[in-house]
C-alpha cells in the first residue's frame, strides 16, 4: 500500500507514498484468515477470498478506518504472493498483487488524473531480505528516509503556482481537494525559485500530509476537554481533514506537509533523487530532516538499526525505513514490476499494535495512591516482547473506552512504554462480554477509593502510610537507581519485609537489624540464620546513607518530584529542612520547579507521617544536607547557560552530557529554543539541528562541545 511516482517519459525523482501504523485508540477487529465461505484447502478458493478481504482492508484504510494492524494487512497480502507463486493458475482477474490501491466509493470530490502514476512499494522485514535486496540492486549512493503515518497528497504546479492538489486516488486519478490544501500553512500557492533551481514550467510533488505526535496528543486533549469524539490516530485525523467538504474544518487541524518525491515535470531534470529534495526545498516546500544520504550496503543497514532503536525520535509516526537508490539514471535503468520499483525498498519494523483478548479486568495502586485499571490478556507478542498486561490509564479512561471482559482489543507497546489497551473491537461482540465495573474500594487493604478532588480523573486510596500495596511501590522506588539504590532490596524482599511485621511504613528502613530479618523468609536460610543477600541489605543500606541529597528527595515519593526537580531542589535549597521550610512562591522560582511541584512539596511535608520518616531516616544517620566540597565541583565554566545536546557523541550518552553541563553550572535542556545558547549536535542530530540552524543558534560537534565545557563560550564562539 505504500505508493510511489510510476517513471514513463521522465527519468522522475519519483515519492514514495507510505503506510505506516495507526495509532492509539484504533477500534480493531480480529484478522479472518479465511472466508466463511472458502476451502482453505482449495487455492482457487482461497485465492478469491484472500484478494477481497484484502481489498476491503485497503479501503478502509485510505477512506476510512482501518480494523486490523499494519503487521496483519501484511501477512495477508505476503500469503497472497506465496499462494500466487505456487499456483498462478489461480490468478482469473486482477490481483491487490498487482494494484497499486482502488478509487474511494461514492466520493464527494471529483476525480482528476495524475500527470504522472504512482506505482507502490515493496517491502522488506528481516536483515536477510533486505541484504537480498541489496545484493541485486547495487549502487555507489542510496537515500535512506522515515516512512511517515499521513495521508499522499499530489500538488501540481504550472509556471509556479498552484493548480490542483490530489489525493492519491488509486494511483491513476485522485480527488481533487485544492481548496482543502489551500488551508495549509506548508503549502504555498506559488513557488519561489533559486538561481540554482529556477521554477520550471511544470512540476508534480509528492508528499504526505500528517500531524505531529505532540500536535496529535494536544488536538484530543483539547477535544476530550470538550466532550468532543477523540480522533483515533494521527494518520486518520490528516486524512479525515483532507477529504471535509468545508475548507474551514480543514483549516482547524494542525496539519503539516512533508515532500519526498517528483511526478511529471517539465523544464527540470535533476541527476539525483537528493537533488530533487534539494530543489522542492528551494521551491519553498518542506522536506524530511531525518533523509540521509549513504555510501554503501553496510550504512544502508546501520541507519536500519539505528532507526530501529530511534524510532520514537521522529517527530511524526513512523514503522520503518525506505531505502532508494539514488541516482536517476539508476533508477531508469532497473525499472520497475507492473507495480512495485525495483530501486525502491521499504524494511518494515517489528509492529507495535496487536490484538488480544481481555481475561480480567484488575486494579493496581500506585506509589502515591493513585488507583490504575490494568487489563489481563491473552500473551500476545509486540514490539519484541511477550505482552500480557496492558494499562487501562484510570477510571475515566476504562470507562470512556467502554473495554469489556472478554473483549477482543488492540494494544500498543512502544519501545520502553509501558504497554496500553487502544480500544475494544465492538463489531466482534457476541454478547458473552462483561462490562467492567470499577471498584469503590482498594484491592490492597480494603479503603474506600476517591477522586483527591472535584473533577480528577484519577482515584486514589487515603491509607497512603500503611496500604500494602503502596508501600510496596514506595519500596521498590526508593531501592532503585534513580534513588538510593539498594541492590539487595528487591520486589519480592520488599513484599517479605512488609507481609512479616518488619517494616510497618518505609520510616524504619535504615534502622533494620541482623535481628530485624531473621523475622523474614528472604533473607535468613532454612536454619533460621541471616543469608547472604541479608548481609548485603545490611551493607547496602550502610552506603545508602551517604548517597547525593537529590537521591533522598527522590526517594521521599514526594507526587511530581522526580530526579531533575530533585537535583534542581538541592542545588539551591541544599537540605531537607530548608526545603522543608521554604515557601511554595520560593521554591516555585527554582528553575526546574515551578508553582504545581513546589505546591506538591509544601503539601507532602504538612502531613505528619511524612516528617516522621525523614526523622527517622535522619535519626539512622541518612545525610540530609548538600555536602559538596569545593574541590569536587569542575570550574563553572557554563554558567547562566543553556546547552542542548542532540544526536550520538563518541564520548558522551545522554546522562553523562546531561551530567557534564549540570556540573558546571549550566542547564541541559531537551528542546531548542530561542534561549538556547549552544547546541551540541552529535551523529544523525536530526530536527534540533534544524531548527537550531534556522534560530542562528551556535552548533558545536563533539570536539567543541568538550572546549566548552573546559574552558567556556569565549573560547568556542
Not at 477509593?449 to 480523573?457: C, R, Y
Request: aromatic share 6%.
Amino acid at each position: 500500500m505504500e505508493l510511489i511516482s510510476k517513471q514513463k517519459h521522465h527519468r522522475a525523482a519519483s515519492p514514495v507514498r507510505v503506510r505506516v501504523r495507526t495509532t492509539l485508540n484504533r477500534v480493531s477487529e480480529p484478522k479472518q484468515t479465511t472466508s466463511p465461505t472458502a476451502s482453505p484447502d482449495d487455492p482457487a478458493e482461497r485465492w478469491s477470498a484472500l484478494a477481497a478481504e484484502i481489498r476491503h482492508h485497503r479501503d478502509l484504510y485510505y477512506y476510512r478506518e482501518p480494523v486490523i494492524t499494519d503487521a496483519e494487512f501484511d501477512t495477508m497480502m505476503r500469503e497472497l504472493q506465496s499462494l500466487e507463486a505456487e499456483h498462478p493458475e489461480v490468478v482469473t482477474g486482477p490481483s491487490p498483487t498487482t494494484e497499486v490501491a482502488q478509487p474511494p466509493v461514492n466520493s464527494p470530490f471529483r476525480n482528476v488524473a495524475h500527470r504522472e502514476q504512482m506505482l507502490s512499494l515493496d517491502n522488506v522485514f528481516d536483515g536477510g531480505e533486505l541484504k537480498e535486496w541489496l545484493d541485486r540492486t547495487p549502487s555507489e549512493t542510496y537515500l535512506t528516509e522515515l516512512k511517515i503515518d499521513g495521508a499522499s497528497i499530489d500538488l501540481l504546479y504550472l509556471d509556479g503556482r498552484l493548480e490542483t492538489a490530489l489525493t492519491r486516488g488509486d494511483g491513476v486519478t485522485g480527488e481533487d481537494i485544492t481548496h482543502n490544501a489551500r488551508t495549509i500553512s506548508d503549502i504555498p500557492d506559488r513557488l519561489s525559485g533559486t538561481e540554482e533551481f529556477p521554477v520550471p514550467a511544470v512540476v508534480e510533488i509528492r508528499g504526505e500530509i500528517f500531524i505531529t505526535v505532540e500536535d496529535f496528543a494536544t488536538m484530543n486533549a483539547d477535544r476530550q476537554a470538550e466532550g468532543k469524539k477523540m480522533f483515533a490516530n494521527p494518520r486518520n485525523a490528516a486524512a479525515g481533514a483532507m477529504r471535509q467538504k468545508n475548507p474551514a474544518e480543514t483549516a482547524k487541524r494542525p496539519l503539516k506537509l512533508i515532500c519526498h518525491g517528483l511526478g511529471a515535470r517539465e523544464g527540470f531534470e535533476p541527476a539525483s533523487q537528493h537533488d530533487a529534495y534539494r530543489a522542492i526545498e528551494a521551491w519553498g516546500l518542506p522536506v524530511s530532516p531525518y533523509t540521509k544520504q549513504v555510501h554503501s550496503a553496510e550504512e544502508v543497514i546501520a541507519q536500519v538499526g539505528y532507526w530501529g532503536e530511534h524510532r520514537h525520535d521522529a517527530t511524526h509516526e513512523m514503522d520503518g525505513l525506505v531505502v532508494k537508490v539514488d541516482s536517476l539514471d539508476e533508477q531508469e535503468d532497473l525499472g520497475a514490476t507492473s507495480r512495485a520499483p525495483r530501486w525502491a525498498i521499504a524494511y518494515k519494523y517489528p509492529p507495535e499494535e496487536a490484538m488480544t483478548t481481555v481475561e480480567s479486568i484488575r486494579i493496581g495502586m500506585g506509589r502515591t495512591g493513585r488507583a490504575t485499571p490494568f487489563a489481563v490478556m491473552s500473551p500476545t507478542p509486540v514490539a519484541g516482547s511477550t505482552v500480557s498486561m496492558a494499562t487501562l490509564h484510570n477510571p475515566t479512561e476504562a470507562h470512556r473506552k467502554g473495554i469489556r471482559l472478554g473483549d477482543r482489543v488492540m494494544i500498543r507497546k512502544a519501545g520502553e512504554v509501558i504497554p496500553e489497551v487502544l480500544g475494544p473491537v465492538e463489531d466482534v461482540r457476541d454478547g458473552s462480554e462483561r462490562e467492567f465495573v470499577f471498584s469503590s474500594v482498594c484491592p490492597e487493604c480494603g479503603t474506600p477509593l476517591a477522586p483527591t478532588k472535584e473533577g480528577d480523573a484519577d482515584w486514589r486510596c487515603p491509607n497512603t502510610r500503611y496500604c500494602p500495596g503502596q508501600l510496596q511501590n514506595r519500596l521498590n522506588y526508593l531501592a532503585g537507581r534513580g534513588a538510593f539504590d539498594i541492590d539487595a532490596l528487591g520486589e519480592r524482599a520488599a513484599s517479605d519485609l512488609i507481609a512479616s511485621g518488619v517494616l510497618p511504613d518505609e520510616g524504619r528502613l535504615f534502622s533494620l537489624s541482623a535481628d530485624d530479618l531473621t523475622s523474614t523468609n528472604a533473607y535468613t536460610t532454612k536454619a533460621g540464620k541471616l543469608n547472604r543477600p541479608g548481609e548485603l541489605l545490611l551493607d547496602n543500606l550502610e552506603e545508602a546513607k551517604q548517597v547525593d541529597l537529590w537521591r533522598v528527595i527522590t526517594a521521599l515519593s514526594i507526587r511530581h518530584v522526580g530526579p531533575t526537580a530533585a537535583k534542581a531542589l538541592a542545588a539551591t535549597l541544599q537540605s531537607i529542612p530548608a526545603i522543608d521550610k521554604a515557601s511554595v512562591e520560593e521554591m516555585a522560582e527554582i528553575d526546574g520547579v515551578g508553582g504545581i511541584i513546589a505546591q506538591s512539596v509544601k503539601d507532602w511535608f504538612a502531613v505528619d507521617w511524612h516528617r516522621e520518616i525523614v526523622d527517622a531516616w535522619a535519626d539512622a544517620g541518612v545525610r540530609m544536607e548538600q555536602i559538596v566540597e569545593a574541590s569536587d565541583l569542575p570550574e563553572q565554566t557554563l554558567a547562566g547557560l543553556t546547552v542542548v545536546v542532540t544526536g550520538s557523541l563518541e564520548n558522551f550518552d545522554r546522562t553523562s552530557a546531561k551530567e557534564a553541563v549540570e556540573s558546571r553550572g549550566g542547564k541541559a535542556a531537551g528542546s531548542v529554543s530561542k534561549n538556547t545558547d549552544f547546541l551540541v549536535a552529535g551523529e544523525k542530530a536530526g530536527s534540533k539541528l534544524t531548527k537550531a540552524e534556522d534560530l542562528g543558534v551556535p552548533v558545536l560537534d563533539e570536539a567543541g562541545f568538550e572546549k566548552l565545557l573546559a574552558e567556556g563560550p569565549d573560547a568556542v564562539r
